[in-house]
């Protein structure tokens, strides 16, 4: 069933995650991976990718993630940071988030880093990474006082963070980014990873990337 914008607005948003969206539970392990053809994975979406890294980079990294996931918050404390300095600043790898919102709550988040960000990957970035690392503060039953701060810190005026959250067309993209992962990529959970096309379950450490991403460096 589709996000609305009534279900973004309400405070309880955390509770109407297993009705709106039917959410699976979280893996605390990867599984094993699978093969999806690396052409169709980085067709245009809905939503244009927010890319970091060089275009010519032997190794391309996309992640599926939630807002309101802790596995996520815990990759992007632990193991992005590692992951940029070592890999996609080096222009070894390129980088992609994609939107799989499990609640309305993780959809309005989102919709508030792609807002306040303008199209500038740098912004986008920053403040998914606020976001994850303010998680437990706005992931509540309250959530909207705590997003506005947010928000604003991110340049977002109050009447800007309500527009935001009112575009319908915003939310329609996000979930079909969301809904196309599922039809076409079989991702079930968060975070899921596709590095160079086969897929990686759960919140990988540095060194779990590492063992997956050096191979292809030495071959090339």
């Known amino acids: 069933m589709p996000i609305n914008r009534r279900e973004l607005c309400q405070g309880a948003a955390m509770l109407a995650l297993a009705t709106v969206l039917g959410a699976v539970a979280l893996p605390l392990f990867p599984a094993l991976a699978d093969d999806v053809s690396e052409a169709e994975l980085m067709k245009p979406q809905a939503l244009p990718d927010m890319v970091l890294g060089s275009d010519k980079a032997p190794v391309t990294i996309v992640e599926y993630a939630s807002m309101t996931c802790p596995h996520c918050a815990h990759f992007d404390e632990t193991t992005f940071p590692e992951l940029k300095k070592r890999y996609i600043d080096t222009g070894k790898v390129r980088y992609m988030l994609r939107e799989f919102p499990l609640d309305p709550l993780a959809a309005a988040a989102f919709m508030l880093a792609r807002c306040a960000s303008e199209k500038d990957t740098t912004k986008y970035y920053a403040m998914v990474d606020t976001l994850f690392r303010q998680q437990q503060q ?10 506005l701060a947010i928000g604003k810190q991110a340049g977002l005026t109050e009447d800007k963070f309500n527009a935001c959250l009112a575009n319908q067309k915003l939310l329609d993209d996000i979930q079909k980014v969301r809904e196309q992962a599922i039809d076409k990529f079989k991702v079930q959970s968060t975070p899921t990873f596709f590095i160079n096309g ?23």
Do not use: R, S
């Open 138 to 147: 706005w992931a509540v039953a309250k959530p909207l006082p705590p997003l």
């Open 198 to 220: 086969t897929m990686h379950v759960g919140a990988l450490t540095i060194e779990e990337m590492a063992k997956v991403i050096d191979p292809y460096l030495k071959a090339g």
